[in-house]
């Protein structure tokens, strides 16, 4: 199971948010929906489907990024701790 540590959460206008991490997946995370747990530094724990993206970063380069759609930057925040559990399979 992989387990990421949120860096930095962005609100994408209309859609939900995405996150970044403090490192990398390695190896990256296919490119299929993810069904994560995420405990935040409260203790506030739930479990999402997430889809991974692909965003710009500076210096030039892509990141992986998790994208949650409907969801609050705010309900993400920076220290939470996302488990991936498994790619969703789809119904």
């Known amino acids: ?5 949120v860096a930095h959460t962005a609100a994408i206008t209309g859609r939900g948010a995405a996150v970044f991490f403090v490192n990398e997946p390695s190896p990256q ?18 479990e999402a489907i997430a889809n991974v ?7 030039p380069g892509e990141v992986q990024a998790l994208f949650f759609a409907g969801m609050q ?12 559990l498994g790619v969703q399979q789809h119904a």
């Open 1 to 5: 199971m992989t387990e990421l540590i």
């Open 29 to 46: 995370l296919p490119w299929q929906p993810h069904l994560v747990r995420v405990v935040t530094p409260s203790g506030h724990a739930f």
């Open 53 to 59: 993206e692909f965003a710009r970063k500076v210096p």
């Open 73 to 84: 930057a705010a309900e993400l925040p920076v220290g939470s701790r996302i488990s991936v």
